[in-house]
């Protein structure tokens, strides 16, 4: 009979269905084994991953049936982690593996990555973790927060400290108060290590070793910091605690010693020499450290060549060299108002790899052939030995845009200008988030103290040389990324930005109706329309600066990671740095995988160890924000410590149940108002951010105008009180 099959063999439809679901099965297995191993990996990264081997729906089909079996679980911020319970995790007893943050309070939270939720450390149970420590912690009880116990200190986040000494000469040996009040031990000196200090003297310890058990740490001291200037005491002592050493070790000097002044010339030779083109750089007015340099000439036919040159700093940091390891570990340079903790000594950082003009230096080029519309049409990328013409700072090149300044490079800057203007128009269109939050700046005098304090302005200068570096950041990382086609996939150090939290946008949402601004939030794609609208709209009105920030704040953190998944904020698909390896790490790995992808060499880092190397640059990325953070803050004490008593116009910034936090208009300077000075009681609606006055029913809200007294300034504390006087405008919401 026509199409009858004999019965017991299955027919193609059911041998077709039966390897689909033995290969869903295979994608799943495979799906859920890297979970395993990564747990907290993010849904595009583990597709990026599994894309080499299965198709995307295939993965992301996979991801929905392990989520519906129970058997995964994802989070609010995309991150997926194997589905255990609770009570497994108690009953098995395991120790968790994550990084402390310890709060004013004493007490600490651990973000683990196989975990939702951080873990609770009461202050009593961290056993001499410190704050950014790499733990182990034994889970104790599940609520809606879990607690644990700290059981072993996996990584010291640092080694140094400084403190006073508190001598006991009769006994022999001393102890040093630590002056970080999130230290809760003191460290034992023995007398052969005081290195002559004496009761009361200020000091740099160094803990040699930590003890255990009822024994606390001994340490030796390396240097007395007793006749230091407070201010110069307290930016040291910033980095210190933030975990950056102020000095580079004996070993690093001496290699620094032998590298040579001047460029061998066969070094020369084997390089792309564009020494005889028009070079230049533009640079902050301070700056000594000049990463980048751009280049112009123009070509037969009409196109144009732009190059964008980068310090070759990989010819002088080499793998397996105690420079290399000590970079490593610094991972970036931190700024701070009066100095900058760099991460290579100065005579490569300030000298031998600095582009300075009218002499030699090594780079590493991207090169840019333009049409002329604009389009560009090849790009290249070498080694190369240039020597730059000029040095601009930011304002010299903002006249020449202008139509002033140097008549030698006015033309030449104002078609870069031009081009610039036109990629970063581009740029935006093609989904690239527009954030332009203010920066506060110090003028200091001889001693390092705040004499004014004003917002840094932003010209068409510094967003030409910000244009330039994104191409030549998003063109390498193609550049590798591409070399995947066909063969055996490349790592990478991308820059990567996740997609932001639809709960925080919520909360953007909530917070700018206050201020009459309508927001709604559908997906990521829809939201940088939103987003970008919505920051256009606020631009020049009194509340712009306040909503900038917790549109920021709403965003991911952006981190590094040889997983690519894009880069959410400036809407490119492949993104990494290359631009700063003076005071970027992740860029000097990025020059050492691009010039081994040129070489077609092999590659010198396994996965798992650049990995690593990414974990600890975005670590050191969030502490040196956090070092530039409090250093601000510090400023700010002391520039308002010389005027209390005086008044000012403000705008309420933040808000808690117990008062309000004033943003000062003209020197961004924050201070809190403290409720309780009120003869009257406040109720807080958190929903809609608004304290209101139970008797009179003054109102205070997000965003209104006031004008405050500076009452109380705590230079120890880091923390400024206002006096409310009155509100000098009516509220923007009534």
């Known amino acids: 009979m026509k199409g009858r099959r004999r019965k017991g063999k299955p027919g193609r439809a059911q041998r077709q269905g039966k390897a689909d679901r033995h290969a869903s099965k295979g994608v799943e297995s495979t799906v859920k084994a890297y979970i395993t191993k990564h747990p907290g990996v993010k849904i595009k990264q583990l597709v990026a991953h599994c894309i080499k081997r299965f198709h995307h729906e295939k993965v992301m089909h996979a991801l929905e049936n392990l989520e519906r079996k129970g058997k995964i679980d994802i989070n609010d ?6 589905k255990q319970s609770k009570r497994e995790r108690i009953v098995s007893g395991e120790l968790v593996e994550g990084i402390i943050e310890v709060t004013s309070s004493g007490n600490g939270y651990v973000i683990v990555d196989n975990l939702d939720s951080d873990i ?13 420590d790499k733990v182990r912690v034994q889970i104790t009880k599940f609520g809606r927060r879990p607690e644990g116990i700290v059981k072993e200190v996996v990584k010291r986040s640092r080694n140094s400290f400084i403190g006073q000494v508190e001598a006991s000469p009769d006994q022999g040996f001393a102890f040093i108060l630590p002056l970080d009040n999130k230290v809760e031990f003191d460290i034992y000196v023995p007398n052969k290590s005081l290195n002559k200090a004496k009761q009361g003297d200020t000091v740099l310890v160094e803990v040699t070793q930590w003890g255990d058990g009822d024994r606390g740490p001994s340490g030796i001291i390396k240097k007395i910091m007793t006749d230091l200037e407070a201010s110069d005491l307290e930016m040291q002592n910033i980095l210190i605690n933030q975990g950056f050493n102020l000095e580079f070790g004996i070993d690093v000097d001496a290699e620094v010693t032998k590298i040579p002044d001047s460029i061998h010339p066969d070094e020369i030779a084997s390089r792309k020499d564009i020494r005889s083109i028009l070079t230049f750089t533009i640079d902050p007015d301070d700056a000594k450290d000049f990463d980048d340099a751009l280049s112009y000439e123009r070509l037969e036919g009409g196109e144009e060549r732009i190059g964008v040159h980068i310090a070759d700093v990989s010819h002088f ?8 390891d000590e970079a490593a570990f610094r991972a970036t340079s931190v ?14 950082s300030n000298d031998l790899c600095s582009l300075k003009p009218k002499v030699d230096r090594l780079a590493f080029s991207v090169y840019f052939d333009i049409n002329p ?11 190369s030995v240039i020597n730059s013409d000029c040095r601009f700072t930011y304002s010299e090149a903002q006249e020449c845009i202008e139509g002033r300044g140097n008549e030698d490079f006015i033309v030449v800057i104002q078609r870069l200008n031009q081009l610039a203007e036109q990629y970063r128009k581009e740029r935006f269109n093609g989904g690239s988030i527009d954030f332009d939050l203010p920066e506060v700046r110090f003028k200091l005098d001889e001693k390092g103290h705040p004499i004014d304090v004003y917002v840094k302005e932003r010209k068409a200068a510094h967003m030409l040389i ?9 063109t390498v990382s193609k550049y590798v990324s591409r070399l995947q086609e066909g063969k055996k996939p490349r790592d990478m150090v991308y820059r990567i930005h996740d997609e932001p939290s639809m709960e925080k946008l919520a909360k953007l949402s909530s917070v700018a109706a206050r201020f009459g601004h309508r927001l709604k939030f559908e997906d990521g794609v829809q939201a940088k329309e939103v987003l970008n609208r919505f920051m256009a709209k606020i631009q020049g009105k009194p509340e712009q600066k306040i909503l900038q920030q917790l549109a920021v704040r709403s965003m991911s953190k952006a981190e590094y990671s040889p997983e690519n998944i894009g880069h959410y904020g400036l809407g490119f698909g492949h993104y990494s740095h290359f631009t700063s390896p003076i005071r970027r790490y992740p860029d000097v790995l990025a020059h050492r995988i691009v010039w081994e992808c040129i070489q077609e060499a092999r590659p010198s880092l396994e996965r798992e160890e650049l990995k690593e190397l990414c974990k600890q640059s975005s670590l050191m990325e969030r502490k040196a924000i956090e070092a530039e953070r409090e250093a601000t803050k510090f400023k700010q004490c002391e520039y308002l410590h010389d005027r209390l008593g005086e008044e000012f116009d403000g705008m309420i910034s933040g808000m808690l149940s117990k008062g309000f936090f004033v943003e000062l208009k003209d020197n961004q300077c924050e201070g809190f108002v403290d409720l309780d000075h009120f003869d009257e009681h406040f109720m807080f609606d958190e929903e809609y951010l608004v304290l209101a006055g139970m008797r009179s029913r003054t109102k205070f809200r997000m965003g209104d105008q006031v004008r405050v007294r500076v009452a109380r300034v705590s230079l120890a504390e880091r923390k400024i009180d206002f006096a409310f006087i009155n509100s000098n405008t009516d509220s923007p919401t009534e």
């Open 120 to 132: 609770f450390i009461p202050s009593r149970s961290k056993n001499n973790a410190l704050n950014k």
């Open 373 to 383: 519309k604009g389009k560009i049409e090849h790009v290249e990328i070498a080694r």
């Open 335 to 348: 700024y701070l108002p009066d100095r900058v903790c760099p991460m290579l000594p100065e005579r490569l």
């Open 317 to 324: 940091v080499r793998p397996g060299t105690a420079l290399d």
């Open 466 to 474: 910000e244009e330039y570096m994104l191409l030549a950041n998003t």
């Open 77 to 82: 911020y995309g991150k997926i982690y194997i």
